[in-house]
C-alpha cells in the first residue's frame, strides 16, 4: 500500500511468510506432530516473523486443537497493540507401515484406552471456531 505525505509517495510491501499465513494482526500456524507426540507430550520449535519460539504439547492433544500465543502475532499499525499466532495442531498419521508397526497398531486397536471417549472438555470444531472468533 502507499502512503502519500506532501510530495511524497511512501510504497509499502509486503512479503509473504513461507509458513505463517496473516489475518489482519494475527498470524496463523498449521503445525505437524506424529501420534507418539500427540500421545506421549512433547516440546517443538514454532516458527515467528522474526524468530522461533519453543511450545509444550501436552500429553492426549487431540488434532485440531488450537494453541494461541498470546502477542505473537504482528503488531497493529497504530502501535497500541499486537496480535496472536494461532497453531493449529494436526496429528500426522503415516501412510505406509512396516510389518511390526502394523502388528503394533492392531494390537493397540484392542486396547480400551485407544477408543474414541472424548470427554465433554473436548470440543467440536464449531466450538473452537466459535471462540476463536469471540475473543
Known sequence: FGVVAGDLIVLI??????????DGVNLYYD????FADAALGATVEIPLV?????????????????I??????????????????????NVWTPQKLSDEERK?????RESPNF??????????????????FSS
Open 31 to 34: 503445525l505437524f506432530i506424529s
Open 13 to 22: 510491501e509486503e512479503e509473504e511468510h513461507p509458513l505463517l499465513k496473516r
Open 104 to 108: 503394533t497398531l492392531e494390537n493397540l
Open 50 to 66: 522474526a524468530s522461533k519460539a519453543q511450545v509444550k504439547i501436552e500429553p492426549g492433544t487431540q488434532g485440531g486443537k488450537i
Open 68 to 89: 494461541r500465543l498470546k502477542g505473537k502475532g504482528l503488531r497493529e499499525v497504530n502501535g497500541y497493540g499486537t496480535g496472536d499466532l494461532l497453531v493449529n495442531i
Open 115 to 132: 477408543q474414541p471417549q472424548p470427554s465433554t472438555r473436548d470440543k467440536s470444531f464449531f466450538q473452537r471456531v466459535r471462540e476463536m
